[in-house]
């Protein structure tokens, strides 16, 4: 490749609207294009030499992003891999990254290239569903009232504790069970019994 491929093909790294760095085989940065800068805040001249695992990933992952890393020196590339970056003001972010090995004239690996899609916003918003799911979800089971659910097949997919109260039947009696007679009439003798006895 000549000299004025290998400009162009900086200037297309450097000018990519998505986070691209580099990494030799000791893990240390050799490329850190604007993107990358504009999102984590560290300067091109901030990062080169520095150990990418050690000075921009949170410690919680540092063992995976290394494994993941070390996968691709030895020729495995790795595609939508979410990888956690920290800014220089503690900040989190997510990349969904692909990478490949990075290869000299003679065909040996001597780094690492990662071209990654900001995901952050997404991650946030997935985790704040989840968040909501999991809320309603406690809701409906500490509920002073019998709820349930049933799938399109009529099986039982929700079953709160004041039913199984009411019914005599636990939850794991009834999820995946169809909503027979018998577990109907259950809660209908159950429910009479009780207002005979508030009586």
Known sequence: MCSSDLDDLARLIDSANAPIFGVDVNGMVTEWNRKSAEMLGYTKEE????????N????ENRASVSAVLGDVLC??????????????????????????????AKGSIVGVVG???DITF?????AESRRVADDFTRLIETANAPIFSVDTAGCVTEWNQKLAELSHF????????PSDDQIIREIRISGRSEE????
């Open 56 to 59: 921009f990933i949170q410690p």
């Open 122 to 126: 997404l991650s946030k918003a997935m």
């Open 115 to 117: 071209v990654g899609q």
């Open 75 to 104: 020729g495995k590339e790795t595609t939508n891999f979410e990888l956690p970056l920290l800014s220089k003001y503690g900040e989190r972010y997510t990349v969904l990254l692909n990478a490949t090995s990075r290869k000299d």
């Open 47 to 54: 990062t080169l030499g520095k150990n990418l695992v050690e």
């Open 170 to 177: 636990s939850k794991e009696e009834t999820i995946g069970r």
């Open 196 to 199: 005979h006895t508030s009586e």
